[in-house]
Protein backbone atom coordinates (compact mmCIF):
# COMPACT_ATOMS: atom_id res chain seq x y z
CA UNK A 1 0.00 0.00 0.00
CA UNK A 2 2.77 2.67 0.96
CA UNK A 3 4.63 1.68 -1.83
CA UNK A 4 2.13 2.39 -4.10
CA UNK A 5 1.50 5.72 -2.56
CA UNK A 6 5.24 6.62 -3.03
CA UNK A 7 5.22 5.14 -6.75
CA UNK A 8 2.18 7.63 -7.18
CA UNK A 9 3.92 10.79 -5.68
CA UNK A 10 7.20 9.95 -7.98
CA UNK A 11 4.95 10.10 -10.84
CA UNK A 12 3.81 12.97 -9.95
CA UNK A 13 -0.01 11.91 -9.65
CA UNK A 14 -2.03 13.81 -6.55
CA UNK A 15 -2.32 12.23 -3.61
CA UNK A 16 -6.18 11.72 -2.47
CA UNK A 17 -6.92 12.56 1.43
CA UNK A 18 -6.73 8.73 2.23
CA UNK A 19 -4.01 8.22 0.99
CA UNK A 20 -1.91 11.42 2.93
CA UNK A 21 -3.20 9.48 5.90
CA UNK A 22 -1.84 6.35 5.04
CA UNK A 23 1.37 8.18 4.58
CA UNK A 24 1.43 10.17 8.06
CA UNK A 25 0.56 6.70 9.39
CA UNK A 26 4.01 5.01 8.99
CA UNK A 27 5.89 4.25 11.92
CA UNK A 28 9.38 5.60 12.77
CA UNK A 29 11.54 2.88 12.04
CA UNK A 30 10.18 0.61 10.02
CA UNK A 31 11.07 -0.98 6.74
CA UNK A 32 7.77 1.86 5.21
CA UNK A 33 9.45 4.39 7.06
CA UNK A 34 12.77 4.01 5.38
CA UNK A 35 11.21 4.04 2.14
CA UNK A 36 9.40 7.10 2.45
CA UNK A 37 12.20 9.17 3.61
CA UNK A 38 14.09 7.70 0.98
CA UNK A 39 11.68 8.57 -1.95
CA UNK A 40 11.17 12.05 -0.30
CA UNK A 41 14.82 12.44 -0.56
CA UNK A 42 14.87 11.62 -3.88
CA UNK A 43 11.74 13.78 -4.94
CA UNK A 44 13.32 16.72 -2.97
CA UNK A 45 16.51 16.93 -5.08
CA UNK A 46 14.92 16.36 -8.34
CA UNK A 47 12.29 19.19 -7.77
CA UNK A 48 15.39 21.35 -6.56
CA UNK A 49 18.38 19.60 -8.79
CA UNK A 50 19.82 18.68 -5.61
CA UNK A 51 20.61 22.44 -4.48
CA UNK A 52 19.34 23.63 -1.04
CA UNK A 53 18.68 26.76 0.20
CA UNK A 54 19.45 28.84 3.63
CA UNK A 55 17.25 31.81 4.50
CA UNK A 56 18.23 34.12 7.62
CA UNK A 57 15.10 35.74 9.97
CA UNK A 58 15.70 38.75 11.98
CA UNK A 59 13.03 39.14 14.42
CA UNK A 60 12.09 42.98 14.57
CA UNK A 61 10.65 43.41 17.80
CA UNK A 62 9.01 41.93 21.04
CA UNK A 63 5.86 42.88 21.88
CA UNK A 64 2.69 40.73 23.85
CA UNK A 65 0.60 39.58 21.64
CA UNK A 66 -3.45 39.91 21.55
CA UNK A 67 -3.73 36.88 19.44
CA UNK A 68 -2.53 35.26 21.74
CA UNK A 69 -0.91 32.06 19.70
CA UNK A 70 -1.04 29.16 22.65
CA UNK A 71 2.51 28.26 21.33
CA UNK A 72 4.35 31.55 20.60
CA UNK A 73 6.64 33.43 23.62
CA UNK A 74 5.08 36.82 22.49
CA UNK A 75 1.61 35.85 23.06
CA UNK A 76 0.38 38.13 25.81
CA UNK A 77 -1.24 35.41 27.77
CA UNK A 78 2.40 33.18 27.94
CA UNK A 79 3.51 36.77 29.78
CA UNK A 80 7.04 35.41 28.70
CA UNK A 81 7.54 38.91 27.36
CA UNK A 82 5.78 41.49 29.21
CA UNK A 83 7.61 44.34 27.47
CA UNK A 84 7.69 45.52 24.44
CA UNK A 85 10.79 46.11 22.67
CA UNK A 86 12.22 47.44 18.94
CA UNK A 87 15.82 46.36 17.30
CA UNK A 88 16.88 49.69 16.89
CA UNK A 89 17.12 50.37 12.76
CA UNK A 90 21.05 50.53 12.49
CA UNK A 91 20.98 46.85 14.42
CA UNK A 92 18.88 45.99 11.75
CA UNK A 93 20.62 47.13 8.96
CA UNK A 94 23.82 45.49 10.25
CA UNK A 95 22.64 42.53 10.55
CA UNK A 96 20.68 42.11 7.32
CA UNK A 97 24.23 43.52 5.85
CA UNK A 98 25.75 40.72 7.57
CA UNK A 99 23.28 37.53 6.37
CA UNK A 100 24.39 39.63 2.97
CA UNK A 101 27.68 38.72 3.73
CA UNK A 102 27.49 34.93 4.93
CA UNK A 103 25.61 34.28 1.86
CA UNK A 104 21.91 33.82 3.28
CA UNK A 105 19.76 33.25 0.05
CA UNK A 106 16.93 35.18 1.21
CA UNK A 107 16.71 37.44 4.14
CA UNK A 108 13.13 37.48 6.09
CA UNK A 109 11.61 40.55 8.34
CA UNK A 110 9.85 39.15 11.08
CA UNK A 111 7.37 41.41 13.41
CA UNK A 112 4.65 40.66 15.66
CA UNK A 113 1.09 40.53 14.43
CA UNK A 114 0.10 44.13 16.31
CA UNK A 115 3.66 45.82 15.05
CA UNK A 116 2.05 49.06 13.15
CA UNK A 117 1.91 48.32 9.06
CA UNK A 118 2.94 51.20 8.22
CA UNK A 119 6.19 51.67 10.21
CA UNK A 120 7.21 48.21 8.87
CA UNK A 121 6.72 50.08 5.74
CA UNK A 122 9.35 52.56 6.48
CA UNK A 123 11.83 49.85 8.49
CA UNK A 124 11.79 47.69 5.77
CA UNK A 125 12.59 50.66 2.97
CA UNK A 126 15.54 51.54 5.21
CA UNK A 127 16.74 47.69 5.14
CA UNK A 128 16.04 47.41 1.50
CA UNK A 129 17.67 50.66 0.61
CA UNK A 130 21.19 49.56 2.62
CA UNK A 131 20.89 45.64 0.63
CA UNK A 132 21.98 44.88 -2.89
CA UNK A 133 19.19 45.12 -5.31
CA UNK A 134 19.51 40.95 -6.07
CA UNK A 135 19.00 40.48 -2.23
CA UNK A 136 16.01 38.90 -1.73
CA UNK A 137 13.59 39.98 0.59
CA UNK A 138 10.76 38.03 2.34
CA UNK A 139 7.97 39.45 4.81
CA UNK A 140 6.82 37.38 7.78
CA UNK A 141 4.08 39.45 9.72
CA UNK A 142 0.51 39.61 10.48
CA UNK A 143 -2.47 39.70 8.10
CA UNK A 144 -2.88 42.27 5.99
CA UNK A 145 -5.11 43.76 2.76
CA UNK A 146 -4.49 43.46 -0.67
CA UNK A 147 -3.49 47.12 -0.33
CA UNK A 148 -1.20 46.12 1.75
CA UNK A 149 -0.04 43.42 0.20
CA UNK A 150 0.83 45.98 -2.71
CA UNK A 151 2.57 48.24 -0.56
CA UNK A 152 4.66 45.49 0.15
CA UNK A 153 5.82 44.22 -2.82
CA UNK A 154 6.54 48.37 -3.80
CA UNK A 155 9.10 48.36 -1.39
CA UNK A 156 10.91 45.25 -2.68
CA UNK A 157 9.65 42.37 -0.99
CA UNK A 158 9.84 38.92 -3.01
CA UNK A 159 7.60 37.19 -1.40
CA UNK A 160 5.85 36.31 2.50
CA UNK A 161 5.96 33.68 4.67
CA UNK A 162 2.69 32.76 6.01
CA UNK A 163 1.13 29.49 7.21
CA UNK A 164 -2.05 28.30 8.30
CA UNK A 165 -0.99 26.75 11.77
CA UNK A 166 -2.23 23.81 13.29
CA UNK A 167 -5.34 24.36 15.42
CA UNK A 168 -5.58 27.66 13.89
CA UNK A 169 -8.69 29.73 15.67
CA UNK A 170 -8.54 27.09 18.54
CA UNK A 171 -4.95 27.73 20.08
CA UNK A 172 -4.86 31.24 18.13
CA UNK A 173 -7.37 34.02 18.10
CA UNK A 174 -7.38 34.23 14.64
CA UNK A 175 -9.69 32.87 11.78
CA UNK A 176 -8.44 29.94 8.96
CA UNK A 177 -10.25 32.05 6.51
CA UNK A 178 -8.30 35.24 7.50
CA UNK A 179 -5.09 33.57 7.26
CA UNK A 180 -5.94 32.41 3.73
CA UNK A 181 -7.33 35.57 2.57
CA UNK A 182 -4.12 37.10 3.55
CA UNK A 183 -1.94 34.37 1.31
CA UNK A 184 -4.66 35.47 -1.56
CA UNK A 185 -3.76 38.93 -1.04
CA UNK A 186 -0.29 38.60 -1.15
CA UNK A 187 -0.74 36.51 -4.30
CA UNK A 188 -2.40 38.95 -6.03
CA UNK A 189 -0.22 41.84 -5.50
CA UNK A 190 2.68 39.25 -7.39
CA UNK A 191 3.94 38.39 -3.83
CA UNK A 192 5.34 34.61 -4.10
CA UNK A 193 4.05 32.83 -0.54
CA UNK A 194 5.97 29.97 1.11
CA UNK A 195 4.32 27.81 3.78
CA UNK A 196 4.72 25.23 6.16
CA UNK A 197 2.72 22.56 8.49
CA UNK A 198 3.46 23.87 12.08
CA UNK A 199 4.08 23.50 14.54
CA UNK A 200 3.58 20.09 14.66
CA UNK A 201 3.36 18.38 18.20
CA UNK A 202 2.00 15.02 20.06
CA UNK A 203 -1.36 16.63 20.40
CA UNK A 204 -1.99 16.66 16.91
CA UNK A 205 -4.14 14.29 14.89
CA UNK A 206 -3.22 12.62 11.82
CA UNK A 207 -6.18 13.81 10.49
CA UNK A 208 -5.17 17.70 11.88
CA UNK A 209 -2.14 16.91 9.44
CA UNK A 210 -3.80 15.59 6.68
CA UNK A 211 -5.63 18.90 6.41
CA UNK A 212 -3.02 21.00 6.83
CA UNK A 213 -0.86 19.40 4.32
CA UNK A 214 -3.70 19.66 1.83
CA UNK A 215 -4.36 23.62 2.54
CA UNK A 216 -0.46 23.84 2.10
CA UNK A 217 -1.28 22.22 -1.41
CA UNK A 218 -3.85 23.93 -2.36
CA UNK A 219 -2.76 27.67 -1.69
CA UNK A 220 0.30 26.93 -4.39
CA UNK A 221 3.46 27.95 -2.40
CA UNK A 222 6.95 28.12 -3.22
CA UNK A 223 7.47 25.53 -0.66
CA UNK A 224 5.98 24.08 2.25
CA UNK A 225 7.73 21.39 4.64
CA UNK A 226 7.06 20.95 8.20
CA UNK A 227 7.98 22.38 11.78
CA UNK A 228 7.76 20.76 14.99
CA UNK A 229 6.02 23.45 18.23
CA UNK A 230 9.07 23.85 20.54
CA UNK A 231 7.30 23.96 24.01
CA UNK A 232 7.53 27.28 26.14
CA UNK A 233 8.26 26.75 29.53
CA UNK A 234 5.21 27.52 31.92
CA UNK A 235 2.95 27.81 28.77
CA UNK A 236 -0.75 26.03 28.46
CA UNK A 237 0.64 23.32 25.39
CA UNK A 238 4.60 22.78 27.27
CA UNK A 239 2.46 20.04 29.18
CA UNK A 240 2.42 18.38 25.57
CA UNK A 241 6.23 15.96 24.39
CA UNK A 242 8.26 17.54 21.83
CA UNK A 243 8.07 15.48 18.68
CA UNK A 244 11.43 14.03 17.93
CA UNK A 245 13.34 14.68 14.91
CA UNK A 246 13.07 11.17 13.89
CA UNK A 247 9.47 11.38 13.85
CA UNK A 248 9.81 15.19 12.36
CA UNK A 249 11.48 13.33 9.71
CA UNK A 250 8.67 11.48 8.28
CA UNK A 251 6.09 13.98 8.32
CA UNK A 252 8.05 16.42 5.85
CA UNK A 253 8.67 13.39 4.00
CA UNK A 254 4.87 12.69 3.58
CA UNK A 255 4.43 16.44 3.06
CA UNK A 256 6.84 16.22 0.15
CA UNK A 257 5.20 13.34 -1.11
CA UNK A 258 1.29 14.87 -0.72
CA UNK A 259 2.82 18.23 -2.49
CA UNK A 260 3.59 17.68 -6.30
CA UNK A 261 6.80 18.89 -7.73
CA UNK A 262 5.67 22.65 -8.93
CA UNK A 263 6.32 23.20 -5.36
CA UNK A 264 10.25 23.47 -5.25
CA UNK A 265 11.12 23.98 -1.34
CA UNK A 266 10.50 21.66 1.55
CA UNK A 267 11.43 23.15 4.78
CA UNK A 268 11.80 22.41 8.28
CA UNK A 269 12.29 24.07 11.47
CA UNK A 270 14.50 24.06 13.72
CA UNK A 271 17.34 22.67 11.53
CA UNK A 272 18.57 18.93 11.79
CA UNK A 273 20.92 16.46 9.79
CA UNK A 274 17.89 13.77 10.11
CA UNK A 275 15.07 16.42 8.34
CA UNK A 276 18.11 17.03 5.89
CA UNK A 277 18.32 13.92 4.83
CA UNK A 278 15.09 13.07 4.61
CA UNK A 279 14.13 16.09 2.05
CA UNK A 280 13.98 18.89 3.52
CA UNK A 281 16.02 21.80 1.14
CA UNK A 282 15.28 24.76 3.42
CA UNK A 283 16.78 26.01 6.55
CA UNK A 284 16.44 28.75 8.30
CA UNK A 285 19.28 30.94 10.70
CA UNK A 286 17.31 33.38 12.89
CA UNK A 287 18.51 36.68 15.12
CA UNK A 288 16.80 38.96 17.20
CA UNK A 289 13.48 38.30 18.19
CA UNK A 290 11.39 34.04 17.57
CA UNK A 291 8.43 33.05 18.75
CA UNK A 292 9.79 30.04 20.16
CA UNK A 293 12.70 31.58 22.19
CA UNK A 294 12.18 33.05 25.99
CA UNK A 295 15.34 35.41 25.45
CA UNK A 296 15.05 38.43 23.15
CA UNK A 297 18.26 37.72 20.88
CA UNK A 298 17.99 34.14 19.74
CA UNK A 299 21.00 34.02 18.43
CA UNK A 300 22.12 33.54 21.67
CA UNK A 301 20.31 30.67 22.66
CA UNK A 302 18.01 28.64 20.01
CA UNK A 303 18.86 31.08 16.98
CA UNK A 304 21.15 29.05 14.28
CA UNK A 305 23.62 31.19 11.94
CA UNK A 306 23.69 30.90 8.60
CA UNK A 307 26.98 28.91 8.77
CA UNK A 308 24.92 26.87 11.37
CA UNK A 309 22.41 25.37 8.65
CA UNK A 310 25.23 25.59 5.51
CA UNK A 311 27.16 22.52 7.94
CA UNK A 312 23.58 20.83 8.22
CA UNK A 313 22.72 21.26 4.69
CA UNK A 314 26.14 19.93 3.89
CA UNK A 315 26.18 17.02 6.37
CA UNK A 316 23.06 15.43 4.60
CA UNK A 317 24.82 15.88 1.46
CA UNK A 318 22.91 18.67 -0.40
CA UNK A 319 24.99 21.57 -2.07
CA UNK A 320 24.05 24.82 -1.03
CA UNK A 321 22.61 27.43 -3.30
CA UNK A 322 25.29 30.57 -3.81
CA UNK A 323 23.53 33.19 -4.63
CA UNK A 324 19.65 34.59 -4.45
CA UNK A 325 16.89 32.22 -3.86
CA UNK A 326 15.67 30.94 -6.54
CA UNK A 327 12.60 29.16 -4.55
CA UNK A 328 11.66 33.43 -4.31
CA UNK A 329 13.08 33.89 -8.12
CA UNK A 330 10.67 36.88 -9.27
CA UNK A 331 11.14 40.08 -11.26
CA UNK A 332 11.08 42.92 -9.11
S1 LIG B 1 2.35 33.69 16.44
FE1 LIG B 1 2.14 35.78 15.64
S2 LIG B 1 -0.06 36.24 15.87
FE2 LIG B 1 0.38 34.50 17.22
S3 LIG B 1 0.82 35.40 19.23
FE3 LIG B 1 2.79 35.09 18.15
S4 LIG B 1 3.15 37.09 17.16
FE4 LIG B 1 0.98 37.03 17.73
Known sequence: MIEKIIQKSLQDKELSEKEIKELFKVPVFSKE?????????????????????????????????????????????????????????DDAILQARQFEADKANAIYLMTTANYPFEQFIETSKEIRHSLKRETVLVANIGDFTFAQAQELKQVGFSGIYHAVRLKEGKDTR?????????????????????????????????????????????????????????????????????????????????????????????????????????????????????????????EKKRGMSVQDCISILKEAEWSVLDGPSQLYAVSL
Not at 190 to 216: F, Q, R
Open 174 to 298: IPLKTRLETTSNAQDAGLLVGTCVEPVGTEHSLDELVEKTIITREVKPVYSGAARRIPIPGTILAKYDIVSEAKMALILAAVRLALGSSIKGNCTHEPNVVGACAGANLLWAEVGSNPRDIIKDT
Open 33 to 89: GSLLLWAARIKSNQVSKGVAEVHAQIGLNIAPCPKNCRFCSFAAQNKVFTESFELPI
